[in-house]
C-alpha cells in the first residue's frame, strides 16, 4: 500500500490502543482526530482539516471494530468507544470501506485520450470484437455500453492513444467481488468476497479497512481471564529480533502465554502426509493443501467442484488452538494473523476467540514501548520444525509434506503461489479434468503472492523478511517423518 | 573529508512505522559512496519517545542530523548535501 496510508492507519491504532491505557478511553478516543490534525496545522492530503479530521474519524470507526458504511456521523467516537467496550460478539463481516475517501476514484473503463491521431488504418476498429468503437469527427470514440474491457484496442494503437483507466481495488480483486456502484462508491459484496484482503494493500488511498479486534482483545488482557497469543508461522522476520525474544514482547505486552502455530503446522504436515498416501494408494490424481483461509473461502465461494480433491486435513491454526484449549479451556485465545482471511476462519472455529494482525501487533508494542532487540528471549515449550516454520512462504508447505514422508519423491509439487483470474482458471481445469498439469499429484495453493509473509497485514517487505526467517530455519530441527 | 556515518533506526517503533524498507540503504550506501560514508543499524535512537513522536518515525540520523519519516531518497538527499 502506499506508504503514507498505511503509516496513518498504524497510527490510528497506536492512538486507540493508547487511549485505551488511558484513564479516559472514550474523551481520548473522541479526541484522536483532533491530536492528528490540530487547529493551525498544514493540510496534508485533502481540502481542508475539516476534511481529514472527518476521514480520520472513519478510520478510528474501523479502528474499534465498526462498519464506516453504517456510520451516519452523528455519533461520537466517545460513543463508539464506549460501544466497544460493551460489545460481547464480533462480526464475521471483516472489511469496511471508508466511501468518503474512494470518491476519488474514476470508473473502471477503456478511454481514448487526446493522443488519438486519427490514423488511417485504425486498429483499434478492426481490433475491437464487440463494434464499440467508432469515428467521430476523426477520432476514435468508444461505446461504454458495448465495450466489454478486453484492452484488444489498448494494445493494438500505435500511438498508445488507448488506455485502461483502472480502479485499483477492482482491478486487485480476483474474484469481483468489491465494485464501484452506480453512485461512484466501492462495496463489498460479502458473498463473493473471499477476504483475502489484496482490496486493502491496493487501494492507494487507503479506503479499505479491516474491521479490528484490538479493543475486545484489550479488554481481554485487562479482564482476569488468561489471554494467550497464538502466533502464526510468518511471523519470523515480521519484527526486529528473534522469534524468542518477540516472545518475551508479547508477554510484555500483556499477554500469558505464547504458542507459536508452527507447532500446529508439524500436526497439519504429517497429517497432509499420511492423507496423501491413502489417497494415491486409492488411485485418486491429485490432492490440494487446504490450510490458507484465503483458498478455502474460495473453495466454498466460487469453486466447489475441487472440494473432492483438497485434503480434509485441517490448517495449523485449529490443531494449535484445539491443544490450547484443551490445555486451558477458560483462556482466550488470540491469534496472530499475516491476513485478513484468517478472521474468517477464526470467526468458524470456537477455539479461537480473537485475531490480532501483524500490524496490530505491532502498534501494541509502540503503544506500549516495547524495545524487542534489548529484551531477554523466552523459550517456547514445545520446539517447532524447520519445515513448519516454512509454512508460511510459497513451496513452504508441500515441502513439509513432502519431508514428512520416507519416500520424499512420491510427491510431485505443483504450486500456486497467488491466486488470480489465471491461477482460479488453472485450479478449475484441474477439478473439471481430474488431473494436474505435467503429472504432478499434490497442489499448494496460497491465496498471497509469495505465500502468508505476503499477507496484506505484513510489516516487512518479502526480502528482508525472509532473509530473517531463513536465520531461524537454519537453527531449527528437521520434521519428524510419518 | 571526515567520513559521514549514517544510522538507521532498528527500534520496535521505527521498524512498525516503515522502517523495513530503510535496510535496502545497507546496499545502496556502500555501492554509491564507497568508504565516503558508514551506515549501520542502530538500536532505538530514543527519538520516538519525546512527546508523541512516534508518528514521525522511522527515524534515520545523518551525522548528527535527525531524518524524520525516513525513506530511502530523503537520506540519500541528506547525504548528497553533506558530501557537497
Known amino acids: ?482 | 573529508m571526515a567520513k559521514v556515518t549514517v544510522k538507521v533506526c532498528l527500534g520496535t517503533t521505527c521498524f512498525v512505522m516503515g522502517g523495513n524498507n530503510l535496510q535496502e540503504l545497507n546496499d545502496i550506501i556502500p555501492e554509491k559512496y564507497g568508504d565516503k560514508v558508514e551506515v549501520m543499524g542502530s538500536n532505538c535512537l530514543g527519538l520516538c519517545s519525546i512527546n508523541w513522536e512516534y508518528s514521525k518515525a522511522p527515524y534515520v540520523k545523518v551525522d548528527e542530523e535527525v531524518v524524520t519519516e525516513a525513506t530511502v531518497e530523503k537520506v540519500l538527499e541528506v547525504i548528497d548535501k553533506k558530501l557537497a
Open chain 1, 1 to 482: 500500500m502506499a506508504g503514507q496510508a498505511i503509516h496513518l492507519k498504524k497510527e490510528i491504532l497506536v492512538r486507540i490502543i493508547k487511549a485505551f491505557l488511558s484513564d479516559d478511553f472514550e474523551e481520548q478516543t473522541r479526541l484522536i482526530p483532533y491530536s492528528m490534525r490540530p487547529k493551525g496545522m498544514e493540510v496534508p492530503y485533502r481540502c481542508c482539516i475539516y476534511k481529514e479530521r472527518a476521514i480520520i474519524k472513519d478510520r478510528t470507526i474501523a479502528g474499534l471494530g465498526f462498519p464506516i458504511e453504517e456510520d451516519d456521523e452523528t455519533v461520537s467516537l466517545a460513543t463508539y468507544a464506549k460501544k466497544a467496550m460493551e460489545r460481547k460478539e464480533i462480526s464475521d463481516k471483516n472489511l469496511t470501506v471508508l466511501q468518503a475517501a474512494c470518491k476519488g476514484c474514476a470508473t473502471n473503463r477503456i478511454y481514448v485520450t487526446d493522443l488519438c491521431q486519427g490514423c488511417v488504418a485504425r486498429p483499434c476498429t478492426t481490433a475491437c470484437k464487440f463494434g464499440a468503437i467508432s469515428i467521430v469527427n476523426g477520432r476514435s470514440v468508444i461505446d461504454d455500453s458495448k465495450c466489454k474491457k478486453c484492452k484488444m484496442c489498448v494494445n493494438a494503437c500505435p500511438y498508445n492513444a488507448i488506455v485502461k483507466i483502472s480502479v485499483p481495488c477492482e482491478d486487485s480483486c480476483p474474484v469481483g467481488a468489491i465494485k464501484k456502484d452506480e453512485t461512484g462508491f466501492a462495496s463489498i459484496d460479502y458473498d463473493k468476497c473471499i477476504n483475502c484482503g489484496r482490496c486493502t494493500v491496493a487501494c492507494p488511498f487507503g479506503a479499505v479497512h479491516e474491521r479490528s479486534q484490538i479493543v475486545d482483545i484489550l479488554k481481554a488482557i485487562k479482564s482476569k481471564k488468561k489471554v494467550i497469543a497464538m502466533i502464526a508461522p510468518s511471523i519470523a522476520g515480521q519484527f526486529p529480533g528473534t522469534i524468542y525474544q518477540l516472545k518475551t514482547a508479547i508477554l510484555q505486552a500483556g499477554f500469558d502465554d505464547v504458542y507459536e502455530v508452527a507447532q500446529g503446522a508439524d500436526i497439519t504436515a504429517n497429517t497432509e502426509a499420511k492423507e496423501f498416501v491413502e489417497r494415491m494408494e486409492k488411485g485418486k490424481n491429485f490432492m490440494t493443501t487446504s490450510c490458507c483461509a484465503g483458498y478455502n473461502q474460495l473453495i466454498k465461494k466460487h469453486l466447489t467442484e475441487i472440494k473432492p480433491y483438497v485434503s480434509d486435513t485441517k490448517t495449523p491454526l485449529y490443531y494449535t488452538a484445539e491443544l490450547v484449549k484443551k490445555e486451558l479451556p477458560n483462556a482466550v485465545t488470540v491469534f496472530v494473523s499475516p491476513c485478513v482471511a484468517k478472521r474468517a476462519e477464526s470467526f468458524e472455529n470456537k477455539n479461537v476467540d480473537f485475531v490480532m494482525n501483524y500490524e496490530e501487533l505491532g502498534a501494541l508494542f509502540v503503544a506500549k514501548k516495547i524495545q524487542i532487540t534489548e529484551l531477554e528471549e523466552t523459550k517456547y515449550t514445545v520446539e517447532s520444525s524447520k519445515q513448519a516454520r516454512n509454512f508460511g512462504v510459497t513451496g513452504g508447505v508441500v515441502e513439509s509434506v513432502k519431508a514428512s514422508l520416507r519416500d520424499e519423491e512420491a510427491i510431485r509439487p505443483f504450486v500456486i503461489n497467488g491466486l488470480n483470474k489465471d491461477s482460479i482458471r488453472q485450479l478449475k481445469k484441474f477439478a473439471t479434468s481430474g488431473c494436474c498439469d505435467d503429472g504432478c499429484n499434490m497442489v499448494e495453493v496460497m491465496c498471497c503472492e509469495g505465500g502468508c509473509i505476503g499477507g496484506n497485514a505484513t510489516i516487512n517487505n518479502q526480502k528482508t523478511a525472509k532473509k530473517q526467517l531463513e536465520t531461524l530455519l537454519n537453527d531449527s530441527k528437521d520434521i519428524d517423518k510419518i
